[in-house]
């Protein structure tokens, strides 16, 4: 919305009667008058009131500083370089003057006696162009807002787009791109990545006792408690409504498991309390790496490590198993299972 202003009108004489002169002269022209009488008073008006002044007309004969140094003077500032000057001049009128009045910066010289009439229009032409411009600068600002207000949605898109909105960690969409990443880095540097999934044991007796509130609060501190314990290099991902995966570039086995069983001891003692309950969660986690397994795909170390989870939740929950050793005590249990 553009603001209302009263365009203002320097006009410099060192004479106050020549000042009033004009000022009654003109007194229907719409615009707020401010009189100097000498050009280092005028620099003060133009400092005080900036950008507000539409026009400068100024007298050519001062003692100190004349229209002319006053003129180049307005022009040599950035604030007012482009501030519109007329020149008045009682005295002088040949074309050395004049033509000196325009090289100062002036756009147009008047000589005295002028004719009213047609300095009112120029001054009306000047305040209507200082208008112009004002909501011109107006726009332009609404647009930058607008720009920023754009842009600034579009971070928030682009963040919901990759992140889970309860949680702010990544979500699952960004899983596998993410973690294609990681792997092309290791197949090239022969560096090894972990892959850590972390679920939440018997978590639905939460949301049927407590409700999907207090479920959603569990859901969120965890994932604070499982951030605090991460590098600034890991990646956390919300997988599924209880299910988080953490992938930890150049990590081993061994550095995977102490960062799983940190948070499984954290999570153990932790409480979960807001103002109407309190409750305490176990995780189990399992674990896999991309040296140990050597996977094609993305898949398949996700479900090596989900197979660890699975064993650790089939073996009493709140343990931290890695995928090999699970594989091995699965196939026993099939073997035993065969020969019975």
């Given at each position: 919305?553009?603001s209302?202003?009263?365009?203002?009108?320097?006009?410099?004489?060192?004479?106050?009667?020549n000042?009033?002169?004009?000022?009654?002269?003109?007194?229907?022209?719409?615009?707020?008058?401010?009189?100097?009488?000498?050009?280092?008073?005028?620099?003060?008006?133009?400092?005080?009131?900036?950008?507000?002044?539409?026009?400068?007309i100024?007298?050519?004969?001062?003692?100190?500083?004349?229209?002319?140094?006053?003129?180049?003077?307005?022009?040599?500032?950035?604030?007012?370089?482009?501030?519109?000057?007329?020149?008045?001049?009682?005295?002088?009128?040949?074309?050395?003057?004049?033509?000196?009045?325009?090289?100062?910066?002036?756009?147009?010289?008047?000589?005295?006696?002028?004719?009213?009439?047609?300095?009112?229009?120029?001054?009306?032409?000047?305040?209507e162009?200082?208008?112009?411009?004002?909501?011109?600068?107006?726009?332009?600002?609404?647009?930058?807002?607008?720009?920023?207000?754009?842009?600034?949605?579009n971070?928030?898109l682009?963040?919901?787009?990759?992140?889970?909105e309860?949680?702010?960690?990544?979500?699952?969409?960004?899983?596998?791109?993410?973690?294609?990443q990681?792997?092309?880095?290791?197949?090239?540097?022969?560096?090894?990545?972990?892959?850590?999934?972390?679920?939440?044991?018997?978590?639905?007796?939460?949301?049927?006792?407590?409700?999907?509130?207090?479920?959603?609060?569990?859901?969120?501190?965890?994932a604070?408690?499982?951030?605090?314990c991460?590098?600034?290099?890991?990646?956390?991902?919300?997988?599924?409504?209880?299910?988080?995966?953490?992938?930890?570039?150049?990590?081993d086995?061994?550095?995977?498991?102490?960062?799983?069983e940190?948070?499984?001891?954290?999570?153990?003692?932790?409480?979960?309390?807001n103002?109407?309950?309190?409750?305490?969660?176990?995780?189990?986690?399992?674990?896999?790496?991309?040296?140990?397994?050597?996977?094609?795909?993305?898949?398949?170390?996700?479900?090596?490590?989900?197979?660890?989870?699975?064993?650790?939740?089939?073996?009493?929950?709140?343990?931290?198993?890695?995928?090999?050793?699970?594989?091995?005590?699965?196939?026993?249990?099939?073997?035993?299972?065969?020969?019975?």
């Open positions: 919305m553009m209302k202003h009263k365009a203002k009108i320097l006009i410099v004489d060192d004479n106050p009667k000042l009033f002169a004009l000022e009654t002269t003109f007194k229907d022209i719409d615009a707020e008058f401010v009189k100097a009488t000498s050009g280092n008073n005028a620099l003060k008006e133009i400092l005080r009131h900036g950008n507000d002044f539409a026009l400068a100024l007298d050519v004969r001062m003692p100190e500083m004349d229209g002319y140094e006053l003129s180049q003077l307005i022009r040599g500032w950035e604030q007012t370089q482009k501030l519109p000057i007329i020149l008045l001049s009682a005295v002088y009128s040949d074309n050395y003057h004049v033509f000196k009045g325009y090289n100062s910066g002036a756009v147009d010289f008047i000589t005295k006696p002028f004719q009213p009439a047609i300095l009112a229009g120029k001054i009306n032409f000047f305040i162009l200082h208008h112009q411009q004002r909501k011109l600068r107006e726009l332009v600002i609404e647009l930058e807002q607008t720009k920023q207000l754009v842009m600034k949605q971070e928030i682009e963040k919901q787009a990759v992140h889970d309860l949680t702010g960690l990544y979500n699952r969409r960004t899983l596998m791109n993410i973690i294609q990681e792997i092309d880095k290791c197949r090239k540097t022969n560096s090894d990545l972990a892959v850590v999934i972390f679920d939440l044991d018997r978590f639905e007796n939460v949301n049927d006792v407590f409700g999907y509130e207090f479920g959603d609060y569990v859901i969120q501190e965890f604070r408690l499982l951030q605090s991460i590098r600034s290099v890991d990646f956390a991902f919300r997988y599924g409504c209880k299910k988080f995966i953490l992938l930890m570039p150049k990590s086995l061994d550095e995977a498991t102490a960062t799983a940190k948070v499984r001891k954290l999570c153990l003692v932790k409480d979960f309390i103002q109407s309950h309190s409750i305490r969660v176990t995780v189990s986690v399992g674990i896999a790496s991309y040296i140990k397994h050597r996977p094609k795909k993305c898949e398949d170390i996700l479900n090596s490590a989900d197979q660890a989870l699975r064993y650790a939740k089939e073996t009493g929950r709140n343990k931290v198993v890695i995928s090999s050793s699970a594989s091995s005590a699965l196939a026993k249990r099939l073997n035993l299972m065969t020969l019975q």
